[in-house]
């Protein structure tokens, strides 16, 4: 390990005890943890966002490429700091509104297209097909799973009778759903400590020697 | 499925791996993105990284490359490339579909990509025969809605587990070829690669945590029934 490495790693193990810490109580090492990272974070992404954004695709191709005509989304740009000038708060709009008109576009097309229409073809399986029963069962779990959960969220009628026992087969479904949801986030939340212990004895530990 | 996929790549493919994950989910998502950058270079694949996560993506993919890259004697700019980050995700995979360059000018160190020899031969996704997502948010969405959808791009995804319940339907339905879910799936992934690496060391302590909340869950659940006993013994 290089001197650098060896700072880098007491840095690390610093600001991960420091966070840690918080298990006991609340206390300033870490609070100043938690306000260097935010301070760091903002201060990173306005840096990165001025030279990949406006540096790399609106001043370096007006300037060196000779594309003048992005001096309009340019200023459309600057537009939206109008905002900070109550007098002139009315300007923002007309970017604001050229950025959610290009945004429902893309997004209306991408979400029909890319999620909502292939999810619903995947749902209506034919129950008949070829890949034997076992198929065939799970086929049926998914029509009975999404029919009988789409019943329990329909508000217009009284849950009675056969509208009620559906929307019960439909929580039942919803409950399996979460406890599934929950397993993977201990999983996920266990997996984050594992590496942070991994680190400290493996790295931070390990640069003692 | 992921294994299965990447081992269908011709030789020498074009792929791209995606760093879309924060320093925060390191534990879960590096070592996927480090078992997957093996599994291509074994077959000899030419790799473009990129990210759309501002906050450590770009650095953590120069790391995962610079560090593995020797090991199978591969070169930056010919075998492989950083095109870093760039806001907006939504307009970056969209455009990237008609023109990567015009996406990506320049590498992530600042190199114009018309420098690059490994992106001579790419305009766009039509030349990248796989996509290897690894994200602990909801890019990998647009990845499904954008990239597979509209260009047909043949997609993976490894995500945190915490969000691997809600991707397994795009897994059903054909959207992604595979998926790898939290560590457990990284160390899997790990296994059949044959690199066993810290997913594979850490599944030990998830496998005894496991154990510990399920007898506590049942220790609960014991408890409750034999004081419910009692309660009703009392009530009576």
Known sequence: ?209 | MVFDSVEALPDSSIVMLVFDYYPSTIAECEPMARTALHHFWRKDCRVITLSNIPLGGPSMAENVTREIAPEYDKQYGIDYVNLGYKANYVAVLAGMGNSIESIFPTDNSGTPLSEIPLMDSVVNYEQVSFIFEVADNATADYWVSIVNAQYGVPIACGVTAVSAPKYYAFVASGQFVGLLGGMKGAAEYEQLVGKRGKAVVGMGAQSLVHLLIISLVLIGNIGYFVTGKARKGMSR
């Open chain 1, 1 to 209: 390990m290089t001197g650098i490495e060896i700072f880098q790693t007491w840095l690390i193990a610093f600001f991960t005890l420091a966070l840690f810490s918080f298990l006991y109580k609340d206390n300033p090492v870490y609070k100043i943890a938690e306000h260097i990272f935010a301070g760091l974070s903002a201060g990173y992404y306005v840096g990165l966002i001025w030279d990949t954004v406006i540096i790399q695709q609106l001043w370096t191709p007006m300037t060196v490429d000779g594309r003048w005509w992005l001096i309009v989304p340019g200023v459309m740009g600057f537009l939206m700091f109008t905002r900070f000038w109550k007098k002139i708060t009315w300007v923002s709009r007309i970017p604001l509104a050229f950025v959610m008109g290009v945004t429902a576009g893309i997004f209306l097309i991408s979400q029909l297209h890319g999620l909502v229409l292939p999810q619903m073809r995947d749902t209506m399986l034919p129950l008949w097909n070829t890949q034997g029963y076992g198929q065939l069962f799970l086929t049926i779990i998914i029509v009975v799973g999404v029919i009988s959960t789409l019943i329990y969220f329909y508000f217009s009628k009284e849950h009675t009778g056969a509208l009620g026992v559906t929307a019960k087969v439909g929580i039942w479904f919803i409950m399996i759903s979460f406890g599934a949801h929950f397993g993977y986030t201990v999983m996920g939340r266990v997996s984050l400590l594992i590496g942070r212990v991994q680190f400290l004895i493996e790295d931070w530990i390990g640069s003692f020697t």
